[in-house]
Structures are given as C-alpha cells and as structure tokens.
C-alpha cells in the first residue's frame, strides 16, 4: 500500500515556474514507477510525466516536453514535477500516480496509487 500527498500548487503568471512534490508513505518507494497527470475541468485525466524507479528513464507528454522535468528522490521517497514556462492550458489539478509494474507508462489505468491532487492555475 502507498499513500501520495502532492503540494506545491497554485497561481502563477504565463511564463512563470512551480515545482509540485508528491510525497509517499511506505517502504517500498523505489520500487514503483511514479507518474504525474493532470485533468482540467470538463476534460478527462490525461497523462504528464512519468519516471523508472532508478529515474533512469523518464516519459512526458508531448503538450510539456522541454518545459516539464520529472525527477524523484528515494532517499526522501518523493516525487517532483518542475514545471517552467507554465502556459494558461497548463491550468489543471495535478496528480501524482504510482505504478507496481517495471514499465514506464502514460497509461492512468496501470498506475495503482493516486495522490488527492493539487490544483495549479496559470493566469494569463
């Protein structure tokens, strides 16, 4: 079993950064595969990013590459999502996700765990 807490949402102006943290109970962390997603009002859940247990290998959606850098921490069993030049589109409540099998995905319905999420509104 794994318990995810996310912080660090908010409002940000276009343009601006937010570093979201997702923080995991349990002693099996680094274990998982971890994944970020988000969902806008009216719109399904649709995948962000995604990191290997080693963080190794990590996965984005193409909506976020070369903005968006997804990175863990086992040592404090988190999970970060930085998010630079935030666009208005980008506004969303933000899930953290994990992941029991080996394999990196953008698939929601593989991930096992979800955090409560933290919303994340970007003004223009």
């Known amino acids: 079993q794994v318990q995810l807490v996310e912080s660090g949402g908010g409002l940000v102006q276009a343009g601006g950064s937010l570093r979201l943290s997702c923080a995991a109970s349990g002693r099996t962390f680094s274990s998982y595969v971890m994944g970020w997603f988000r969902q806008a009002p009216g719109k399904e859940r649709e995948f962000v990013a995604a990191?290997?247990?080693?963080?190794?290998?990590?996965l984005y959606a193409d909506s976020v590459k070369g903005r968006f850098l997804i990175s863990r921490d086992n040592s404090k069993n988190t999970v970060y999502l930085q998010m630079n030049s935030l666009k208005p589109e980008d506004t969303a409540v933000y899930y953290c996700a994990a992941d029991a099998s080996s394999a990196v995905s953008h698939d929601r319905l593989r991930y096992d765990y979800w955090g409560q999420g933290t919303q994340v509104t970007v003004s223009s």
């Open positions: 990191i290997s247990w080693s963080g190794g290998r990590t």
